[in-house]
């Protein structure tokens, strides 16, 4: 299933991808094969944690291309949240 979104990577000047600090909450409910509305309940304002805090996901309102602000969240938040691997 593809999610329409807007960019979430840049390119560099050796036309190499960087991955955006930045996810939609739909992108991160299909990383982690969850519901939206599972990552919206895991949600805190990243204005009061500068820090991760375990089992939840920072956000900011971002607003891009002088749109209205849109919520995202930290990618590395969203990795942290991944299972750790069986063995």
């Given amino acids: 299933m593809h999610i329409a979104s807007e960019r979430t990577s840049m390119q560099t000047a050796n036309d190499q991808a960087i991955e955006s600090p930045w ?11 969850v519901s939206v509305d599972t990552i919206a309940r ?17 956000f900011q309102h971002l607003r891009l291309g002088g749109k209205a602000p849109r919520i995202r969240v930290v990618r590395s938040d969203v990795h942290a949240l991944l299972p750790p691997p069986s063995l």
């Fill in 23 to 33: 996810m939609t909450q739909q992108e991160a409910a299909q990383y982690l094969a």
């Fill in 42 to 58: 895991r949600l805190v304002p990243l204005v009061n944690h500068a820090r991760p805090v375990k089992g939840k996901i920072r």
